[in-house]
């Protein structure tokens, strides 16, 4: 027994250890702000409140988990009854009560109060008026109507379908419009679906979850500072009835996401890896047999209820094995009694309707024992899914404990993942996040100019790091350097132009320090449209003589290295980080124009600039891939300068870096890059076949390979039949 728990004990600590690199205090901290940060400019740019929510808010994201968000519907608002109105300050609003009398806990309906009827979201032609219905002499608010609204929202105005990529498929998951991810770009290892939910506030929580502000708690978690904070949080109501009930299309389910997301932030290390770790082993000892009885909902539920009833001692790296088997067996304890709470609205019952065969839950228990008896095992088989960065699942594989002793095991971890680097890596990776997340608002049409006095103020707010703060006034500066060289075109003033120029000309220099090779690509950018081939060649070919390993974390490519090494670029798999670890480390980023860039820009990149539009104008740009870009401007550049030899080599190398953005997003811009360079190059064949590609990849109008094969068809036509044709 004393092995054993030994044993268990020396598991713990080594689990711990390399769960640590990831799964931390310090990164829950990280995914708080960035959350924040995300809802706090959603408010102030576009007036609507957003909660960032989910394993990737949270920071518990395994292999296949989804992206979720929360939209807090304006002017809408849910109250206990009609004598709160006036209490509340006046303003136009839809009002509606929370009936709670004949619905199952957690649910209620919402007889109208008082109407201001308005389409519900923009672009969708569907009021709140759409969503009520008459039963009897009583209005009531549809979940059935409102949630279709969502759908069909979801459905047009995705990101994913507003940058052009092939129709996902967008379908209702209880209060969700989910879009199934997978279809879309073969990156089911980032997340699988993302999840849009519309939500209502509630003017107040409801009376039955005053319990969990009022009742006894032996041990004092939540800690009183955060009980105060939680309190003051606003629950919401989601478009979803009890689906027993006769009326579900007219019920409503109560939410606590805030409250919900706060606890979380709050876990120590040791208890946000307990939770990881029961999520991946529910995914591959539970959910091939019972996916839609036990969710990750019930394992953090009853981790809050283990931690209020046992208390925060258990909670310590040394323990983190046995602190998983009690939270099974306090699952199990739920699943015989049929009964698990809600931790905030006490009595709705979390398995309700769920294993309603005897055998079923017969059989789940069954399989939480085995999984209980041989947790060292079980913990083993499961590691490998906990794949964010990839690396860490697949020196997991390499490192299983078994046939070999724990020491030995401990030794393979230091040895495989290096800890010290990989922190750093994982410090840059969210440090990307958020710039790409920052820059990415930058580039909605019209955005004010004290939205970014704001945005400083919010960095302060959150204590964002400086490294972020600095990209993103870099980043800034380069968007006002294309401002001054688009001007400086406009003006029929020789000095103005001038001045201009000059002011450009300077930004951009400054700005270059952007990262280790985007910022330079648009100065190189600015040197070539301005007609100085040769020195933009030579800012390009300046970046491959530096031997350097840069991050790259972006969805263009799968492949997250960039390595610059014996004068030239090559896009590589994080797995050999280890083999270029004496190389100096920075960041590199796509590189982004808009639809407004067009003087700024090369010829083959202002057809791709030109076919964004004005549609869409929150995804209004275009992106690129560094290593795509980098040798297309050299192509571009030896093109210009008539140099066969360098044009042809260029080729090859941009042929060879399109290659290996296959399976990134976006890919039929590099694949128009290419094949604009073969047409250039006067080799017709080898574009018609690229752009035909690109067109394969991401058929539509709004794809610029369009218009490029309509070019080299004419061309054709022009080159062969050489006799005018006689009408």
Known sequence: MANR????????????????????????????TFARLKDEINAYLWNYTSIQTGSMTEGTNIKGSDSDEMIVLPRILCVKDASHLQHISAGRFSYFRMDLERTRAGFC?????????YHIVHGINFTVGDCIVTIGDVQYLSSERFVNAVVAFHAVTSPWKARGKKDADVYRHGPCATMDLRGIDDRSDHYEEA??????????????????????????????????????????????????????????RFAFVYQERELLWNFSSTQIQCYILLKALRKVYVNPLFSDEISSYHLKTTIFWLIEDEGVGIWHESNLVHCIVICIEKLKGYLKAEFLPHYFFRTRNLLFNKLRRTDDKRSLLSILTRVQENIVQSLCDVLPLLGSPTLLAEKLKEATPFGMSLSLFAEKIEEAFGLGKICTFLDILFTVQVCSILFTYMLVPNVPIEFFETLHLMFCSLRLDEGILHAVKTFLRLRMAMLLYAKAHETKDESSKLRFLSNAERIYNDASELDGLSGYLYLATFDLVRGEIQLSKTRVLSIFKIDRCMLYVQNLSRKQLIVAANGSLTQNSLETLNDVASTDVCIARDVIFMSTDLKCLPEALKYECAMLGEENQNFNFCEIHPVVYAYFLLVTASQLDENTKDVDSYLDRLDSAVK??????????????LGFSY??????EEAYNVFSQSLHEFNSTKNAAVYHLCIIVIDFLLNTYQEPIQA
């Not at 009980?227 to 299309?249: A, F, Q, Y």
Request: charged residues 25%.
């Open 5 to 32: 728990q030994a044993t268990s004990q020396d598991l713990s600590q080594i689990i711990s250890k390399v769960l640590s690199i990831y799964w931390n205090y310090n990164r829950l901290y990280k995914c708080k």
């Open 679 to 684: 047409y250039k190059a006067g080799k017709r």
């Open 195 to 252: 999840d849009l939910a519309f939500a209502l506030e509630c003017q107040s929580w409801p009376d039955p979850s005053d319990e969990w502000i009022t009742r006894s708690r032996l041990h004092g978690w939540p800690p009183k500072d955060l009980m105060d904070r939680i309190k003051k949080m606003p629950c919401h109501i989601l478009p979803v009835g009890d689906p027993e009930s006769k009326n579900t299309d007219l019920e409503w």
């Open 660 to 673: 290996d953005t296959e399976n990134g997003i976006n890919r039929h811009t590099a694949l128009n890059l």
């Open 109 to 117: 309906t919402l007889p109208l109060l008082t109407l201001d009827d």
